[in-house]
Nanobody
């Protein structure tokens, strides 16, 4: 059974940095894509960054140049390094992992950026 667990959210001042971690079990990230999404109050869940099985990455325009997604195949972990955080980055961040045409989600971790 595929399980996804996020770590590393918290409260940070604008301009600061946070690193989110995501542990995936039950499937291999070396052959499946993964991604980070976020959901702010009254907003739809949106893609923040994605990483393919071959290591290709894509980002939302709002985070390009500030966020970096990476993966450790040996540990089956996905990371999101967030720099130069802005108050509008405040949201619940979710990690997702694909396996056999299904998408699995973590429980989410809160990121709050104060001005």
């Amino acid at each position: 059974q595929v399980q996804v667990v996020e770590f590393g959210g918290g409260l940070v001042q604008a301009g600061g940095s946070l690193r989110l971690s995501c542990e995936v079990t039950g499937t291999s990230l070396s052959i499946n894509p993964a991604g980070w999404y976020r959901e702010a109050p009254e907003n739809r869940r949106e893609l923040v960054a994605g990483i393919s099985s071959s290591g290709g990455t894509n980002y939302a325009d709002s985070v390009k140049g500030r966020f970096t997604i990476s993966r450790d195949n040996g540990k089956n972990m996905v990371y999101l390094q967030m720099n130069s955080l802005k108050p509008e980055d405040t949201a619940v961040y979710y990690c997702s992992a694909n396996s056999r045409s299904r998408v699995y989600w973590g429980q989410g971790t809160q990121v709050s950026v104060s001005s």
